[in-house]
């Protein structure tokens, strides 16, 4: 699934929900219920008694849907090859206020990929934020990080937050400026 929805659904169990924008953490309790907004890259937007909440991907059965499994890669795979599956997978980390990736939205500065002695990986990613103050910043870190820490050979995934340079619009592509309505 993929998009905006307005799906209904009842907690199946309780689970961990970040309201947006606040970045808050909090439990949702067993049998509530309310609509899931937006479902993207495995995670989902919902609506509950007027709130918008987060649900991580890793707690999709919670709303009656499934967990994505991680990504597969080649054998033998190459630096390249784990590089470009790091790429697609933060393709997958969004916004939750904005339907849009934040590869696309021009978040992140930096994904360096080292080999190490025992043919693992470490990663290390420079990422900023649309707005310095945003709530959901440490949120976004943690779901970019989960996203590459499930790559199978990646020993350890860091990401840090950094701004500067400070983001602007013109770090987008030209396919999220046009969805946004900010092509000029």
């Excluded at 309310?34 to 991907?57: C, D, K, M, P, V």
Aim: glycine share 8%; charged share 25%; proline share 7%.
């Amino acid at each position: 699934m993929f998009g905006h929805t307005n799906e209904p659904f009842v907690l199946t169990r309780d689970v961990k929900a970040v309201i947006i924008p606040a970045g808050e953490v909090l439990q949702l309790r067993e049998g509530t219920s309310g609509f899931i907004t937006q479902s993207l890259g495995g995670s989902f937007t919902i609506y509950i008694e007027g709130n918008l909440f987060r649900i991580a991907g890793g707690d999709a059965d919670s709303i009656g849907k499934e967990v994505e499994p991680p990504p597969k890669i080649p054998d033998n795979a190459t630096n390249k090859d784990i590089e470009d599956i790091i790429w697609s997978q933060l393709r997958s980390c969004y916004d939750p206020e904005i339907p849009i990736n934040i590869v696309d939205l021009g978040l992140i500065y930096r994904c360096d990929v080292q080999t190490l002695k025992d043919n693992s990986r470490s990663v290390s990613i420079d990422m900023t934020l649309t707005a310095p103050g945003c709530g959901m910043g440490e949120i976004l870190v943690e779901d970019a990080k989960d996203k590459v820490a499930i790559i199978p050979t990646i020993k350890s995934v860091e990401v840090e937050l950094v701004f500067d340079p400070p983001w602007s619009q013109e770090m987008m592509s030209d396919e999220a400026r046009l969805q946004t309505g900010m092509m000029y």
